[in-house]
């Protein structure tokens, strides 16, 4: 489904239907036009799993009967639009929410305009550029866009909807995702310099909130793993959205003051891989022992069981990252 139709032929014409006697001048506005088409981006909304595409399949419009073959050709068309040069951005899309913006503006559900029209809605919702990945690699990385997002509307709803402390009034869910942002500095300088996967851990009433950042901190020269290295040097590099996820639902999880954990994976050239943990508890982030992250580590999240310890991993005890503040 694509959002912005392309009508312009690849190749000029011998005759352009403004220029009766195919003169150069008619051939100029075609290749004018092609130029411009260039310029005019696209959205291809994609069912990215079976279900969704099962859900279309109702409509007697929707002209594919099988997902294999839709994605296939969903992946044709990307390939063939970006040999045109033409920037397109592929968004993730759900039956469900189409139904409903079909009803709230009274349009024909089965009607490729209206899928069109939908489309070209969707760019702010779970999308990605197309950048020439296979259709195989783009279709989870668009699920996992869709889940991100999910988690940080969540997330930010929950925080908005805290209120005001009833000791001094301070807004909490301000004042927890300042101390978020605190603390995943103070995690990052106690890494030390290296590559960090974090990994922040909430459970909610209404699902788990889970957020994910990669970060390089560089070797100025001082500090070791597990120290300061990272404080007062050069900034570590991270992606931005990144970063307002996690901090986003660190701070939903200070906010709560429940369970909640948090996972610091480091690796730095010459060293065995370090792993650290610390667990949310009552608005706290409080560092674990070394055993105690050996068994959050070594233990199946699903079953329970534990599992082999992974080679060439060190399990080390988290470090002080928060401090006592008036609403713990």
């Not at 009508?7 to 411009?36: E, I």
């Not at 890494?191 to 990994?199: D, E, F, K, R, S």
């Not at 990272?230 to 990144?242: I, L, Y």
Request: hydrophobic share 35%.
């Amino acid at each position: 489904m694509k959002g912005t139709p392309d009508t312009t032929p690849d190749r000029s014409p011998d005759r352009a239907p403004d220029d009766p006697r195919g003169t150069g001048a008619g051939r100029n506005t075609a290749r004018r036009r092609r130029t411009l088409r260039r310029e005019v981006p696209s959205t291809a909304g994609l069912l990215a799993e079976a279900g969704d595409f099962a859900a279309m399949r109702r409509y007697r419009s929707f002209a594919f009967d099988d997902h294999k073959d839709y994605l296939h050709h969903v992946d044709a068309l990307l390939r063939s639009l970006a040999a045109r040069g033409i920037h397109t951005t592929v968004a993730l899309f759900d039956p469900e929410e189409y139904a409903d913006y079909c009803a709230e503006h009274g349009l024909d559900p089965d009607s490729a305009r209206t899928r069109t029209r939908f489309t070209a809605e969707l760019s702010g919702g779970a999308a990605l550029p197309y950048t020439g990945q296979p259709i195989e690699e783009l279709a989870p990385l668009l699920v996992d866009e869709a889940v991100r997002q999910a988690t940080w509307e969540y997330a930010t709803t929950l925080l908005a909807g805290m209120g005001g402390c009833a000791d001094c009034g301070e807004d909490i869910g301000q004042a927890s995702f300042e101390r978020a942002s605190r603390i995943l500095r103070r995690l990052l300088d106690g890494a030390g310099p290296g590559h960090h996967h974090l990994v922040c851990s909430v459970p909610t009433d209404a699902e788990q909130l889970v957020a994910f950042l990669h970060a390089e901190v560089a070797d100025e020269g001082g500090g070791g793993a597990g120290g300061a290295g990272g404080a007062g040097g050069a900034p570590p590099r991270a992606d931005h959205r990144d970063g307002l996820d996690f901090v986003t639902v660190l701070a939903a999880g200070i906010a709560l003051g429940g369970a909640g954990g948090l996972v610091l994976r480091s690796t730095s050239e010459g060293l065995p891989d370090r792993v650290h943990g610390w667990r949310l508890d009552r608005g706290r982030v409080v560092a674990l022992p070394a055993a105690a992250v050996f068994d959050a580590y070594c233990t199946d999240a699903d079953t329970g069981e534990p599992v082999s310890p992974e080679p060439g991993v060190d399990h080390c005890p988290g470090y002080e990252v928060d401090l006592p503040g008036p609403h713990h």
